[in-house]
Each structure stands twice: as C-alpha cells, then as structure tokens.
C-alpha cells in the first residue's frame, strides 16, 4: 500500500516539502504519497487527527502550529522534549510519537553542505521564539566555545538559558552587550526577513570570515543577510535547513536517509 504523508501549516501552499519528499522517494525506491494539508488556525489537532485517522502514516508540521503538533503527540522523542516543539509527526497504531528535526537540520546544513565547523565557535542566535528553542538543543550537541541568545525581550533570552541551563556554553546577551562581542556564526532565527525588516545586530558583531545563516529562505538575499554581506561575511539561507530536516524526518518514518545534495542543488537552481 502507499504511505500518505503531508505538511500541515497555514499557509501551506508555498511549501516545497512535497517535491523534495517525492525526490527522496524515488532515491529510495518507496511508495509515498506526500500532499499539502491546509490546517484552519485554532483547529490543528482536529486537522491532524483526521489526517491519522484516515489511515496516514506521518506528518510535518510547519508555521503556526509546531507548539500545537507538541501538545498533539502522546510520546516525543527527547529533542522534541528539549525545544517544546514537533515539526515531524510518526503516526504509529493508537500512538503519535512527536519528533523535531530542525536543529540537526541546521547543524547538518552548516557543517556538512556549507562547510564551517561548529566546534570550538563562537555563536550568535537571534531571537528566543519557537524556531531558536527547536534548534538550541542540536546547536549545543555541536560544541561550540559560546552560544549566545539574543532577543528584543531579554527575558524570553534568559528563559531559554534557564531552562536548559548550561550556563558555562549557552548565555543570554543584551542588545547593549552586542557590541563588545564578536561572532564566528550568527544566525537569523527571527521572522524579521518576512516582514522585509532587519534584526537588531550591530556590524561589530561579525568577526572575520564570519558566516551569517537565515532560516528563512527566498529568492534573493533577505535584509539580514545583505547586512551581513556588507562587511564580507559569507552568507546562507535556510534552504538547507528544509532539505536536511526533511531527509531527517524520511529518516525517522521510513528507516532510510536519502541523500540530500542532488534535491539541493535543484531548489537552489530554481530560486535563482
């Protein structure tokens, strides 16, 4: 029998998980159906049970409704656990097992696609939303000398580094502290790209060489990133954050990890 599986968000229509999800499907020879599920906004469990219900196998979960796919799950892995949030959903007999594979998505796309190790660097997160919490947790298994958060509200910051509380690697920093730091890594976790506006992140900021990563992902740099380009740092979207989370999530539903470099490559070409 065929597999369904399908990303649910709102909106939904512009997601390109399903063309990436057929191309890991014919590299691996499996027999998916992979489709777009438009959730209304305050009706997302009742979205995805419908969806289990009919006889699905799976599910991603995208924007708004990752802290509503976590509360949906009756079991989650331990990365979900450890940033509050589902982005993947295993539709197992009477059982929804909850995962989130954005933050060994990042950490794959950085280390592996773009090259630049995580060891022993020094980096900047900013923004303490959602979409920072998914992925502090992978960016901490990765070693870095500092991890630093950075919000417009420096409490939401310090809750995040309370929480996990590994004080000596992970710290909270003021906008006024930003200044007097220097980063090997910055990354945009905010949705200010959407909005055409910029973080609050001074060009003091990036050190030499320094790569700034947005998680948003479009044609075109976003402003973060044409900041970041002006004082000769290397730049990335999140396009390899989606392909690298998605092959993670084939991973954990079908037991096989499809190779990610051929679906990249085809994404890039066509947001040129």
Known sequence: MTDRYAVIGNPVAHSRSPEIHAAFARECGADIEYGRLLAPVARFAETAEAFRAGGAAGANVTLPFKLEAFAFAHARTAR???????NTLHFETNHVVGDNTDGVGLCRDIEQNIGQPLLGTRILLIGAGGAARAVVGALMDCQ????????????????????????NMLRAVGLTELPKLRFDVLINATSASLSASLPLVPL???????LAYDMMYGKGLTPF???AAGTGARTADGIGMLVEQAA????????????TGPVLDLLKQAAR
Do not use: C, H, M
């Not at 979900?80 to 589902?86: D, I, K, P, Q």
């Not at 417009?152 to 509380?165: C, M, Y």
């Not at 999530?249 to 037991?255: E, K, L, N």
């Open 80 to 86: 979900a656990e450890r940033g509050r949030s589902v």
């Open 144 to 167: 870095p000398e500092l991890l630093a958060i950075t919000n417009r509200t420096p409490a939401k910051a310090q809750a995040i580094v309370d929480e996990i509380n590994v004080k």
């Open 204 to 210: 003091s900021s990036f050190d030499n060489n320094a």
């Open 225 to 227: 990133l044409a900041l």
């Open 248 to 259: 993670e999530a084939f991973y954990v539903w079908r037991g096989v990890r499809p190779s």
